[in-house]
Structure formats: structure tokens, C-alpha cells
């Protein structure tokens, strides 16, 4: 079994900056892509950033220049800096990975964290 635990998540002002992490654990070997995505109230879960093995990275394209994704493979976690923050960012945060190889050869695909509460005050 592999798990996500997001953190970091909170309340800041607008022009504040935020850094999530989100932990993998369980007994892994291997993580593919990691990505960040947010769910704002009544709108459609989207992607803010992925972030492959090896440190390609994409954006959406409404976030780039403000956000950085970035991991430590060896951590098992991927980080996700949040700056200049505007109420329109307020969302809860999920991390996501799509496939996660663990000891014993077992492969568990398309993980999802439970989500930290992101809200930013204009």
C-alpha cells in the first residue's frame, strides 16, 4: 500500500506565499509522476503541476511564474511553492501520483492524497 500525506496547507493573505510537501509512504521502490491539482467549491478538480522522475516539469499555463514543483526522489516527496497568492488560488490542494512501485513488485497506480485547505484573504 502506498499513501500521500499532503501538508503545508493553510490561511494567507493576498500576496503571501505558501510551500506545500506531500510525503509518499509505504515500502516503495519507485514513483513515476508527481503532480499537484486543486478543487476550488463547485468547480472541476484541475491540475496545477507535474513533475516527472527526472524533473520535467509542466504547468498550467494561468500559474506559471508564480508556482514552483520540485521533488526529492530519494525523500520520497514533492514540493509545491505557492508565491504572490491571490484569492483565486483558494482551493483544496491534492497530490497525485500515477504509478508507484513498491517492494515485493507491486504497482499501485493513480494515487491521490486527502487534500490540504489552501485559502487566501483578499
Known amino acids: 500500500q502506498v499513501q500521500l500525506v499532503e501538508s503545508g496547507g493553510g490561511l494567507v493573505q493576498a500576496g503571501g506565499s505558501l510551500r506545500l510537501s506531500c510525503v509518499a509512504s509505504?515500502?516503495?521502490?519507485?514513483?513515476?509522476?508527481m503532480g499537484w491539482y486543486r478543487q476550488a467549491p463547485g468547480k472541476q478538480r484541475e491540475l496545477v503541476a507535474r513533475i516527472s522522475t527526472g524533473g520535467i516539469t509542466v504547468y498550467a499555463d494561468s500559474l506559471k511564474g508564480r508556482f514552483t514543483i520540485s521533488r526529492d526522489n530519494a525523500k520520497n516527496t514533492v514540493y509545491l511553492q505557492m508565491n504572490s497568492l491571490k484569492p483565486e488560488d483558494t482551493a483544496v490542494y491534492y497530490c497525485?501520483?500515477?504509478?508507484?512501485?513498491?517492494?515485493?513488485?507491486?504497482?499501485?497506480?493513480?494515487?491521490w492524497g486527502q487534500g490540504t485547505q489552501v485559502t487566501v484573504s483578499s
Open positions: 509505504g515500502r516503495i521502490v519507485s514513483i513515476n509522476v
Open positions: 497525485n501520483t500515477d504509478l508507484a512501485r513498491t517492494v515485493g513488485g507491486y504497482r499501485y497506480s493513480d494515487i
